[in-house]
Each structure stands twice: as structure tokens, then as C-alpha cells.
């Protein structure tokens, strides 16, 4: 009998999902139509109907209720996984997110774990209006408290919110939004290794690009057209955002000299920010260039006409491995 399985992300992360409601009794769903709907995104079709309305949960259209509902849920004993339907709707949750959630553990001392789960679709290339298309993780990596993490591919996407959900600390899980119907293999006996773990996307050795969640598959398109020049790009996934994995990165690095950082998030004081200064710490005298990086612009995001304008492209990607290979 085969365990894997070709399947797009939005149905891995269905999967992992029934897995775990599957395994644990205490694993429940909510948020705004999620229940009979299956979400606006259809991740959690059929369900509701599987598993009943009192594990899958329809809510009021209130963040800050989910959120904070969740978190009661958990000082009871259930391991609560909330969906935020966009990302830029996550925003009217957010004080219970980074001044309850998070700080409550170390709050009680250690006495009280609040496992509980934020499914949180991000990033663009969907052509959607505002507050439909943000990428908003620097606000979550800044947190002490929460664990980050941001699947790529189908196989990380189920692996790692299996993880995510038997984790007793709360965690954001940043779902890419453009990459939910693009299909990859999942290999259901082979866990995908730590949840926060840096994965190596493509092995090169010219230089270093990295990227986390749908970056990556843009760095991976980008490194495919530079192979046609003949410059050989390895590609990092950042899968665990906080904590990161730094390891992994520093050898590549200092193997290649040169990296480019990229992300669909304005630059400015931005997680790029904290992985390019990071790097210069760690790897100053291997460095043969600047640390350099692409990101979307700093101003609100555009129409959804202006949205491949405004985030990273593989040309854009390219233009700064280019400037690096000029030192």
C-alpha cells in the first residue's frame, strides 16, 4: 500500500487536519464559515459534516472573539485551531494574540500551556482587494511567545501542521494563500523532520537565496532561470520563522559567500531585516558581498491590478543575485 499521495496544499493541510481531529478528541476547529461552507478557501470541506458542529465550529465574524474564545478553550484542556479567513482580518485579534496568548505560559510560571493553532492564509498573487493579500509574520516573529512557522509545499503543509496542532505552545501557521492549489507529493509515512527546521530547496553553490512559505516557489523559479545563464543557486526555506533555525543557513553561506534574502513583506524593519543582520553577524569574514534584499515596496498594498508590481518577481530576484556577483 502507498503512502503518498499527489495532492495541492489546500488538501494536505485538509488531511492533516482530520488526522489529528482523528487522534485526538480534544483537536477542534473554528472560525468564520468553516463549518459548512469549508472555508472560503474549501480547507476544511466536509468536516463539519465529518466530525460534527461541535468540533467544527462556525463563529461570528469577531477575531478578537475567536481568539480570545480559543484561548479559554485551551486553559480547558482542547487543543483549539482557529482560522483567520485573510490575513489582513487578523488585525482586530491581535491584541489577544501578542498580550494574551503568547505571554500567558510564562504569565502562570510555566503552569498553564495554551496549545492552540492560527491558520492564517497571507501573501498575494490572488489578485484581491485590501486587507486580502498581507504578509503580515514580522508582527508574530517579534513575539515572544508564539512559534512561527510557514509551510511551501503540500508535504511541509501537512507534516507541519500535524506538529503544529500537538505542539503545547501556540502557534501562528502562516498558509500560502497562492500556493493552495498547487499540487506536490506528501508522503504520509515520512515526516517531514522538525517543525522549525531550515529546509534546503535546491542545492547550489554560487550563491544563496532564501526565502520562507510562497517565496520560496518564486526563489525556486528564479534559481531555475539563473541555471540557464549558468549560476547555480542554492534555495533556503525558512519553514520556522520563530524560532529559526539558523544553522543551515550559516553553512550555506559560508559556502557560497554571497546571499540574497527575499519576501512578499515591505522591507522595512521587516523579518528579511532580521535574517540579513543575522547572517552578517555570524558570517562577516566568509562574506564576499553584501547581504541583500527583495521585498515588496513600503506602502499599503496596491489594487489587485498593481499586485504583481508591487511584490517580488523573479526579475527582481535576479537584478540582486546579479549586484551580489558584481563584488
Known amino acids: 500500500m502507498t503512502t503518498v499521495e499527489t495532492l495541492p496544499l489546500a488538501r494536505a493541510l485538509n488531511r492533516a487536519m482530520r488526522d489529528a481531529m482523528s487522534a485526538d478528541e480534544r483537536v477542534m476547529l473554528m472560525g468564520e464559515d468553516v463549518g459548512k461552507l469549508g472555508g472560503v478557501f474549501r480547507v476544511t470541506e466536509n468536516l463539519q459534516r465529518d466530525f460534527g458542529a461541535n468540533r467544527v465550529i462556525d463563529t461570528p ?40 496568548l503568547a505571554k500567558f505560559h510564562a504569565r502562570t510560571e510555566g503552569a498553564v500551556k495554551l496549545p492552540v493553532v492560527i491558520r492564517l492564509p497571507y501573501g498575494g498573487h490572488i489578485g484581491a482587494v485590501e486587507h486580502h493579500q498581507e504578509s503580515p509574520e514580522a508582527y508574530f516573529a517579534h513575539t515572544g511567545g ?30 500560502p494563500k497562492s500556493r493552495y492549489w ?14 522549525e527546521a531550515t529546509r534546503v530547496a535546491k542545492n547550489g553553490s554560487t550563491i544563496t537565496l532564501i526565502g520562507w512559505g510562497a517565496q520560496t516557489a518564486m526563489n525556486l523559479e528564479a534559481a531555475q532561470l539563473a541555471a540557464e545563464e549558468g549560476v547555480d543557486i542554492e534555495v533556503l526555506d525558512i519553514r520556522g520563522l ?15 559567500g554571497r546571499a540574497v534574502i527575499a519576501q512578499e513583506a515591505p522591507g522595512h524593519v521587516s ?12 558570517c562577516f569574514y566568509t562574506l564576499e ?18 499586485g504583481d508590481a508591487y511584490l517580488p518577481d523573479p526579475d527582481r530576484i535576479l537584478d540582486a543575485v546579479d549586484r551580489a556577483l558584481e563584488y
Not at 290 to 295: A, E, G, H, K, Q
Request: hydrophobic share 45%.
Open 289 to 306: 558581498a553584501p547581504v541583500l534584499r527583495v521585498s515588496a515596496y513600503d506602502v499599503p498594498f496596491p489594487p489587485a491590478r498593481l
Open 146 to 175: 508564539l512559534r512561527v512557522i510557514a509551510p511551501s509545499s503540500p508535504n511541509d503543509g501537512y507534516w507541519l501542521l500535524r506538529q503544529a496542532i500537538e505542539c503545547d505552545d501556540p502557534v501562528v501557521f502562516l498558509e
Open 242 to 256: 520563530s524560532a529559526v533555525d539558523w544553522e543551515p543557513i550559516f553553512e550555506s553561506v559560508r559556502r557560497t
Open 182 to 195: 498547487h499540487k506536490g507529493e506528501v508522503d504520509f509515512a515520512a515526516p517531514a523532520g522538525a517543525m
Open 271 to 282: 523579518f528579511a531585516s532580521e535574517v540579513a543582520a543575522t547572517i552578517t553577524e555570524h
Open 61 to 100: 465574524l469577531a477575531e478578537s472573539g475567536i481568539i480570545g474564545t480559543a484561548i479559554g478553550l485551551a486553559m480547558r484542556g482542547y487543543r483549539p485551531v482557529c482560522e483567520i479567513q485573510f490575513d489582513g482580518f487578523v488585525y482586530p485579534g491581535f491584541d489577544q494574540i501578542t498580550s494574551q
